[in-house]
Protein backbone atom coordinates (compact mmCIF):
# COMPACT_ATOMS: atom_id res chain seq x y z
CA UNK A 1 0.00 0.00 0.00
CA UNK A 2 1.74 3.50 -0.93
CA UNK A 3 2.20 5.98 0.82
CA UNK A 4 -0.95 8.39 1.01
CA UNK A 5 -1.15 11.31 -0.98
CA UNK A 6 -2.87 13.22 1.81
CA UNK A 7 -1.37 14.37 5.15
CA UNK A 8 -2.04 13.35 8.44
CA UNK A 9 -3.06 15.47 12.35
CA UNK A 10 -1.58 14.13 15.09
CA UNK A 11 -3.02 16.01 18.30
CA UNK A 12 -1.00 16.69 21.03
CA UNK A 13 -2.10 17.55 24.88
CA UNK A 14 -0.54 17.80 28.36
CA UNK A 15 -0.13 20.35 30.97
CA UNK A 16 1.68 23.42 30.36
CA UNK A 17 4.79 23.05 31.63
CA UNK A 18 5.12 19.20 30.14
CA UNK A 19 7.77 20.31 27.15
CA UNK A 20 5.50 19.57 24.12
CA UNK A 21 7.11 22.96 22.10
CA UNK A 22 10.39 21.51 23.17
CA UNK A 23 9.49 17.87 22.15
CA UNK A 24 8.49 19.21 18.80
CA UNK A 25 11.50 21.18 18.10
CA UNK A 26 14.25 19.04 19.24
CA UNK A 27 12.19 16.20 16.86
CA UNK A 28 11.44 18.43 14.36
CA UNK A 29 14.25 17.31 11.89
CA UNK A 30 13.08 14.10 12.08
CA UNK A 31 9.45 13.42 11.44
CA UNK A 32 8.95 15.16 7.48
CA UNK A 33 7.03 17.97 6.49
CA UNK A 34 4.64 19.24 9.02
CA UNK A 35 2.27 21.92 9.88
CA UNK A 36 1.94 23.33 13.20
CA UNK A 37 -1.57 24.16 13.75
CA UNK A 38 -2.03 28.42 14.99
CA UNK A 39 -5.27 30.26 15.91
CA UNK A 40 -7.23 32.96 14.28
CA UNK A 41 -8.06 36.04 15.64
CA UNK A 42 -9.90 39.11 15.32
CA UNK A 43 -7.99 40.70 18.05
CA UNK A 44 -5.44 43.59 17.21
CA UNK A 45 -1.39 41.98 17.14
CA UNK A 46 0.66 42.64 20.31
CA UNK A 47 3.88 43.82 19.80
CA UNK A 48 6.29 41.32 18.61
CA UNK A 49 3.45 39.25 17.18
CA UNK A 50 3.62 38.10 13.54
CA UNK A 51 0.58 37.42 11.59
CA UNK A 52 1.30 33.51 10.23
CA UNK A 53 3.28 32.47 12.84
CA UNK A 54 1.60 33.61 16.26
CA UNK A 55 -1.69 33.87 15.21
CA UNK A 56 -3.54 34.38 12.17
CA UNK A 57 -5.05 37.82 12.86
CA UNK A 58 -8.14 38.86 10.35
CA UNK A 59 -11.71 40.98 10.53
CA UNK A 60 -14.19 40.73 12.39
CA UNK A 61 -16.34 40.20 9.46
CA UNK A 62 -13.93 37.63 7.73
CA UNK A 63 -14.07 35.48 10.94
CA UNK A 64 -17.81 35.78 11.20
CA UNK A 65 -18.22 34.68 7.13
CA UNK A 66 -16.17 31.32 7.88
CA UNK A 67 -18.07 30.72 11.07
CA UNK A 68 -21.39 30.39 8.68
CA UNK A 69 -19.02 28.70 6.35
CA UNK A 70 -18.60 26.27 8.55
CA UNK A 71 -14.35 26.65 8.45
CA UNK A 72 -13.52 26.45 12.07
CA UNK A 73 -13.01 23.27 13.72
CA UNK A 74 -13.66 25.10 16.56
CA UNK A 75 -14.09 28.63 17.98
CA UNK A 76 -15.21 31.38 20.91
CA UNK A 77 -15.61 34.73 21.59
CA UNK A 78 -13.09 36.36 24.43
CA UNK A 79 -13.85 39.69 25.64
CA UNK A 80 -15.16 40.78 22.60
CA UNK A 81 -12.79 38.86 20.14
CA UNK A 82 -12.71 35.61 18.40
CA UNK A 83 -10.53 32.76 18.70
CA UNK A 84 -10.73 29.76 16.61
CA UNK A 85 -9.08 26.71 15.01
CA UNK A 86 -9.52 27.53 11.01
CA UNK A 87 -9.95 24.48 8.67
CA UNK A 88 -8.46 26.18 5.69
CA UNK A 89 -4.66 26.07 6.45
CA UNK A 90 -5.48 22.79 8.18
CA UNK A 91 -7.08 20.97 4.98
CA UNK A 92 -4.25 23.09 2.98
CA UNK A 93 -1.50 21.52 4.49
CA UNK A 94 -3.45 17.96 4.56
CA UNK A 95 -3.33 17.87 0.82
CA UNK A 96 0.20 19.31 0.51
CA UNK A 97 0.69 15.58 2.35
CA UNK A 98 2.07 16.99 5.30
CA UNK A 99 1.41 16.04 9.08
CA UNK A 100 -0.55 18.64 10.92
CA UNK A 101 0.40 18.56 14.13
CA UNK A 102 -2.16 20.13 16.94
CA UNK A 103 -0.99 21.75 20.56
CA UNK A 104 -4.38 21.81 22.21
CA UNK A 105 -6.23 20.58 25.49
CA UNK A 106 -8.50 17.60 26.07
CA UNK A 107 -11.81 19.51 25.12
CA UNK A 108 -9.62 20.06 21.45
CA UNK A 109 -8.36 16.27 21.36
CA UNK A 110 -12.22 15.48 21.35
CA UNK A 111 -13.60 18.06 19.43
CA UNK A 112 -10.74 16.90 16.61
CA UNK A 113 -11.85 12.85 16.74
CA UNK A 114 -15.56 14.18 16.14
CA UNK A 115 -14.58 15.87 12.65
CA UNK A 116 -11.48 14.08 11.74
CA UNK A 117 -11.02 11.07 13.79
CA UNK A 118 -9.79 8.31 10.64
CA UNK A 119 -7.19 10.53 9.83
CA UNK A 120 -6.28 11.63 13.63
CA UNK A 121 -3.73 10.10 15.93
CA UNK A 122 -3.22 11.48 19.74
CA UNK A 123 -0.97 11.38 21.93
CA UNK A 124 -0.93 13.02 25.49
CA UNK A 125 2.70 14.73 26.98
CA UNK A 126 3.24 14.89 31.01
CA UNK A 127 6.12 14.76 33.35
CA UNK A 128 6.59 12.12 35.51
CA UNK A 129 4.24 13.07 38.32
CA UNK A 130 2.42 16.42 39.53
CA UNK A 131 4.94 17.05 42.40
CA UNK A 132 7.54 17.24 38.97
CA UNK A 133 5.19 19.27 37.29
CA UNK A 134 4.99 22.00 39.73
CA UNK A 135 8.67 22.16 39.88
CA UNK A 136 8.96 22.70 36.43
CA UNK A 137 6.43 25.42 36.82
CA UNK A 138 8.01 27.44 39.85
CA UNK A 139 11.67 26.96 37.97
CA UNK A 140 10.48 29.07 35.02
CA UNK A 141 9.11 32.04 37.14
CA UNK A 142 7.15 33.10 34.73
CA UNK A 143 3.98 32.70 36.04
CA UNK A 144 1.95 34.39 39.26
CA UNK A 145 1.23 31.77 42.09
CA UNK A 146 -2.55 32.33 41.09
CA UNK A 147 -1.43 31.17 37.85
CA UNK A 148 0.44 28.03 38.68
CA UNK A 149 -2.37 26.87 40.99
CA UNK A 150 -4.67 26.63 38.11
CA UNK A 151 -2.10 25.30 36.22
CA UNK A 152 -1.83 22.61 38.17
CA UNK A 153 -5.59 22.44 38.97
CA UNK A 154 -6.35 21.86 35.17
CA UNK A 155 -3.73 19.34 35.06
CA UNK A 156 -5.25 17.26 37.59
CA UNK A 157 -8.37 17.38 35.51
CA UNK A 158 -6.58 16.89 32.03
CA UNK A 159 -4.58 13.57 33.45
CA UNK A 160 -8.17 11.61 34.00
CA UNK A 161 -8.60 11.51 30.07
CA UNK A 162 -5.13 10.16 29.90
CA UNK A 163 -7.11 6.88 28.55
CA UNK A 164 -8.20 8.74 25.47
CA UNK A 165 -5.63 9.26 23.50
CA UNK A 166 -3.44 6.60 21.43
CA UNK A 167 0.00 7.21 23.37
CA UNK A 168 1.44 8.80 26.50
CA UNK A 169 4.84 10.35 26.15
CA UNK A 170 6.36 10.60 29.99
CA UNK A 171 9.15 14.04 29.67
CA UNK A 172 11.23 12.33 32.00
CA UNK A 173 14.22 12.96 30.11
CA UNK A 174 13.61 15.31 26.33
CA UNK A 175 16.15 13.10 24.44
CA UNK A 176 14.22 9.80 25.19
CA UNK A 177 10.37 11.65 25.03
CA UNK A 178 11.85 13.89 21.29
CA UNK A 179 12.56 9.92 20.51
CA UNK A 180 9.16 8.48 21.21
CA UNK A 181 7.41 11.48 19.58
CA UNK A 182 9.24 11.01 16.29
CA UNK A 183 8.32 7.43 16.78
CA UNK A 184 4.66 9.00 16.91
CA UNK A 185 4.93 10.89 14.27
CA UNK A 186 5.86 8.69 12.08
CA UNK A 187 3.19 6.08 13.02
CA UNK A 188 0.67 8.59 12.53
CA UNK A 189 1.64 9.11 9.21
CA UNK A 190 1.00 5.67 8.89
CA UNK A 191 -2.64 5.77 9.82
CA UNK A 192 -5.25 5.43 6.83
CA UNK A 193 -8.78 7.50 6.27
CA UNK A 194 -11.76 4.96 5.53
CA UNK A 195 -11.72 6.48 2.32
CA UNK A 196 -8.06 5.57 1.35
CA UNK A 197 -8.66 1.28 2.68
CA UNK A 198 -12.51 1.73 0.94
CA UNK A 199 -10.26 1.88 -2.16
CA UNK A 200 -6.93 -0.20 -1.56
CA UNK A 201 -9.73 -2.80 -1.11
CA UNK A 202 -11.06 -2.32 -4.47
CA UNK A 203 -8.23 -2.04 -6.04
CA UNK A 204 -7.03 -4.72 -4.76
CA UNK A 205 -9.80 -6.82 -5.40
CA UNK A 206 -10.29 -5.72 -9.06
Sequence with gaps: MSRRDKGAILVLSGP????KSTIISAASGQIGMYYFSISTTTREPRVG???GKDYFFVS???FEEDIKAGN???YAEVHGNYYGTSLTPVNSALEEGKLVIFDIDVQG?????AKMNDITTSAFITPPTLRELESRLRTRCTDTEEVILNRLKNA???IEALNEYDFTIINDSLEEAAEEFVIVAKAARLKYSQETEEKFIAQWLA
Design 16 to 19: SGAG
Design 49 to 51: EVD
Design 60 to 62: KES
Design 72 to 74: FLE
Design 109 to 113: HRLVR
Design 156 to 158: KEE
